[in-house]
Antibody, heavy 121, light 109 residues
């Protein structure tokens, strides 16, 4: 079955760029027609939707992060990426990738296991 | 509005029922029937337990039910069991291609 797996550095220095990858196995980003999302969870806090990318490369970002955020598709492999620039301690969180199946399935049915990113010098 | 409003915590005894509310506005919860609920154990991944306001994915016990009235969605867990103790998050499509989550509710059994 389809699985998602986040990867990337667990520690990023303030003002630098946080880069994460979500690898999709058991399915194809380019043909499955899903929306591929990033969601984060600050330590001990709730969930925050970050943004999505579609199989055709269309993106939409949370307005609160839009100025610092880029979500992109992998060039030749089955993955998509997140880049968040000018990070601060407030960006410390567990980052999840997740898919939603709109316009039919308006919910997140598949999640990666999440990866903790700490922003600290 | 940065998050849908949920009670920070609720509690109940085994066998009892509890209801968790999720309040938004007419532009989000009140505007779409795309409310979902997620159960999350400490250190684990959120798990979908309700979608489209009141639908249960296969495998989710009938003890979990949900509804919506105008701008407030509600999740009810009946016949509480010890392993229902977890955090619960609501989520709503809010239009303009965006999603919003609730702040989460810790259920203590």
């Amino acid at each position: 079955q389809v699985q998602l797996q986040e990867s990337g550095p667990g520690l990023v220095k303030p003002s630098q760029t946080l880069s994460l990858t979500c690898s999709v196995s058991g399915g194809s980003i380019s043909t499955d027609g899903y929306y591929w999302n990033w969601i984060r969870q600050h330590p001990g806090k709730g969930l925050e939707w970050i943004g999505y990318i579609t199989s055709s490369g269309s993106t939409f970002y949370n307005p609160s992060l839009k100025s610092r955020l880029i979500i992109s598709l992998g060039t030749s492999e089955n993955y998509f990426s997140l880049r968040l620039s000018s990070v601060t301690a407030a960006d410390t969180a567990v980052y999840y990738c997740a898919r939603d199946g709109r316009p039919i399935d308006w919910y997140f049915d598949l999640w990666g296991r999440g990866t903790l990113v700490s922003v600290s010098s | 509005q940065s998050a849908l409003t949920q009670p920070r915590s609720v509690s109940g005894s085994p066998g009892q029922s509890v209801t968790i509310s999720c309040t938004g506005t007419s532009s989000d919860v009140g505007g779409f029937n795309y409310v979902s609920w997620y159960q999350q154990y400490p250190g684990e991944v959120p798990k979908l337990i309700i979608f489209d306001v009141s639908q249960r994915p296969s495998g989710v016990p009938h003890r979990f039910s949900a509804s919506k009235s105008w701008k407030t969605a509600s999740l009810t867990i009946s016949g509480l069991q010890a392993d229902d103790e977890a955090d619960y998050y609501c989520c709503s499509y809010v239009g303009r291609d965006m999603w919003m989550f609730g702040g989460g509710t810790k259920l203590t059994v």
